[in-house]
């Protein structure tokens, strides 16, 4: 089975940190991705990454940035954080290369931003 | 652009019980496919089912099924014998065969009533 680890289940961090979000997984898929999860409006996507070294915004990607340097790990940067990114980040992954298939996901980091 | 409209933010239904969740989408692409993912409170999001558009049989999962009416871009979710341990969030989704982007709907909660 397809293991995507988020390195942390619950962050508070306050306004203006760097914060860092981190996504490994281990079957060597091509494809990740961030969604950002809030009440009422569903998953939204922020960025997700072809290959590595490549990334590609989403639906929502300002105040966001993204960084891909080995195949298995995708992390999502928060330059300066505000109280409007508190949310739940959730991870994914799929295998790429034309093979269809499913999103396969972390536990997800609910991160509180003071 | 590609939408995913879920229009019940929440219902409930009696224990064995059958609940139909309701989702429609809009897409002038041809080669796409669809999901229901289920997120109970671990977040951990679930595969329920899965349907390729160009497949005209309704796909089924054990006591999960859906009704694809590809003309009027219907895609719901029934579940029958409902079961307490499927108390969650419910999204619909949708995906395109060209690349993974998949975008959600903003999600259905489901309760189950004893």
């Known amino acids: 089975d397809v293991k995507v680890t988020q390195s942390s289940r619950y962050l508070v961090k306050r306004t203006g940190e760097k914060v860092f979000l981190e996504c490994v997984q281990d079957m060597d898929h091509e494809n990740m991705f961030w969604y950002r999860q809030d009440p009422g409006l569903g998953l939204r996507l922020i960025y997700f990454?072809?290959?590595?070294?490549?990334?590609e915004k989403g639906d929502i990607p300002e105040g966001y940035s993204v960084s891909r340097e080995k195949k298995e790990r995708f992390s999502l940067i928060l330059e300066s954080a505000s109280t409007n990114q508190t949310s739940m980040y959730l991870c994914a992954s799929t295998p790429g290369g034309g093979r269809r298939d499913t999103l396969h996901f972390g536990n997800g980091t609910r991160l509180t931003v003071t | 652009a590609q939408t995913v409209t879920q229009s019940q933010p929440e219902m409930s239904v009696q224990e064995a019980e059958t609940v139909t969740l309701s989702c429609t989408y809009d897409t002038s692409e041809s080669d796409y496919y669809l999901f229901w993912y289920k997120q109970p409170p671990s977040r951990q999001m679930i595969l329920v089912i899965r349907?390729?558009?160009?497949?005209?049989q309704n796909a089924t999962e054990n006591r999960f099924s859906v009704n694809f009416q590809k003309a009027a871009k219907s895609f719901s979710l029934k579940i029958s014998d409902s079961q307490l341990g499927d108390a969650a969030m419910y999204f619909c989704a949708w995906g395109v065969n060209r690349d993974d982007k998949i975008i959600f709907g903003k999600g259905t909660r489901l309760h189950i009533l004893p």
């Open positions: 990454s072809y290959d590595v070294k490549m990334k």
């Open positions: 349907q390729e558009a160009y497949k005209q």
